[in-house]
């Protein structure tokens, strides 16, 4: 159900956004104490408050009228941070040459985290500089890499 919601919210404001300078980064629906539904998106430059505050009123509306949601839920419109997780491939080859931390459901050659330079990812692997080929089924998550 819940992949169901994402995937038309995700249609939904794809249309609304679309000839606009953002960009739907991603979309979860997921129940934590209540419902969320959580829009993140970004454009060049960033996002900030006033542009979350102006697509989440007018997305407000479109999820009104359309109803594809029963239950109670809070709508949340969120930059999608500076640690961004990579998931579509538009990511990944926007990202390309930058640093980023992998995360991997379990050990591989005994490390369950890389860092490294993007290089890109095909069907089967991701590929960072100075690592052999990380199989994509081992991937728990790919994250935008940050010095503090």
Do not use: I
């Given at each position: 159900m819940a992949d169901n919601i994402a995937s038309k919210v995700e249609k939904l404001m794809s249309e609304m956004i679309e000839g606009?300078?953002?960009?739907?980064?991603?979309?979860e629906y997921v129940k934590e104490h209540d419902w969320y539904l959580r829009i993140f998106v970004d454009k060049a430059g960033g996002i900030d408050l006033d542009d979350c505050q102006m697509l989440s009123e007018k997305f407000g509306k479109i999820l009104d009228k359309e109803v594809i949601i029963n239950e109670p839920y809070i709508?949340?419109?969120?930059?999608?941070g500076i640690d961004r997780v990579l998931?579509?491939?538009?990511d990944f080859v926007r990202e390309a040459g930058k640093?980023?931390?992998?995360?991997?459901?379990a050990p591989l050659d005994g490390k369950k985290?890389?860092?490294?330079?993007?290089?890109?990812?095909?069907?089967n692997f991701l590929k960072l500089a100075d690592f052999d080929p990380i199989p994509r089924e081992k991937i728990a998550q790919v994250r935008l890499h940050i010095d503090f």
């Open positions: 606009t300078d953002f960009e739907l980064v991603d979309v709508l949340e419109m969120s930059s999608p998931k579509k491939d538009r640093v980023v931390d992998v995360t991997l459901y985290n890389f860092t490294g330079v993007l290089e890109g990812r095909d069907k």
